[in-house]
């Protein structure tokens, strides 16, 4: 079982930006595509950006030109750039790796508020 470590959540107000960081244990990051999801209160886990082990991207249409995924093969971590960040982007964002397995991180909150 792979152990995911999210990191760099915070509170921004509107406009602002983040940097979020999943880090993986193991050392067969380089293989699998990556995950990046939220949950906001009341409402269900949606998908926000992936990124496949050779770099091909995919983003929800929602924070298409605003969000930026990437990894760091070397580094077994992947992330998430979150730039003109708006209120409803408020919610609990998880790391899934390999995409589409069981396999989450514990969360990093993100709140977008004035």
């Known amino acids: 079982q792979v152990r995911l470590v999210e990191s760099g959540g915070g509170l921004v107000q509107p406009g602002g930006s983040l940097r979020l960081s999943c880090a993986a244990s193991?050392?067969?990051?380089?293989?699998?595509?990556m995950g990046w999801y939220r949950q906001a209160p009341g409402k269900q886990r949606e998908f926000v950006a992936s990124?496949?082990?050779?770099?091909?991207?995919m983003y929800a249409n929602s924070v298409k030109g605003r969000f930026t995924i990437s990894r760091d093969n070397d580094k077994n971590t992947g992330y998430l750039q979150m730039d003109s960040l708006k209120p409803e982007d408020t919610a609990v964002y998880y790391c899934?790796?390999?995409?589409?397995?069981?396999?989450w991180g514990q969360g990093t909150q993100v709140t977008v508020s004035s």
């Open positions: 899934n790796y390999p995409r589409g397995a069981n396999s």
């Open positions: 193991g050392n067969t990051f380089s293989i699998n595509a």
């Open positions: 990124i496949t082990s050779g770099g091909r991207t």
